[in-house]
């Protein structure tokens, strides 16, 4: 009987770290797309100061590179929370 408590308590553990992962994530993904809309509005200020276009938009791409790496990376590191221990420790 002892067994029951701790089970439910690990499970609201689990509840609320899962909570909180899903917390994390939408902020980073908020973080994420406010970078990209902020490059966006100096991108626009380049354009108006007199950049060609092709120089604004290699400018752009070379903001949104390192914004699309933290987006993989956070993208990988969900995926591999959401494997099971076993199969974590094996891809190590």
């Known amino acids: 009987m002892k067994n029951k408590p701790q ?6 553990m ?3 770290v899962t909570e909180r992962s899903r917390s994390a994530g939408y902020a980073y ?4 797309i406010l970078q990209t809309m902020l490059i966006g509005v100096n991108a626009e200020n380049r354009l108006q100061q ?3 276009p ?4 290699m400018w752009m791409i070379n903001q949104c590179i390192p914004v ?3 987006a993989s990376s ?6 591999k929370s959401l ?3 076993h199969r974590r420790s094996e891809d190590r």
Do not use: C, M, Y
């Not at 993904?29 to 994420?32: H, I, S």
């Open 54 to 57: 092709i120089e604004v938009l």
């Open 68 to 70: 699309l790496k933290q």
């Open 7 to 12: 089970k439910a308590s690990q499970r609201a």
């Open 83 to 85: 494997l099971p221990t």
């Open 74 to 79: 956070l993208q990988e590191k969900h995926k």
């Open 50 to 52: 007199g950049d060609s």
């Open 29 to 32: 993904a908020f973080l994420l």
């Open 14 to 16: 689990s509840t609320k």
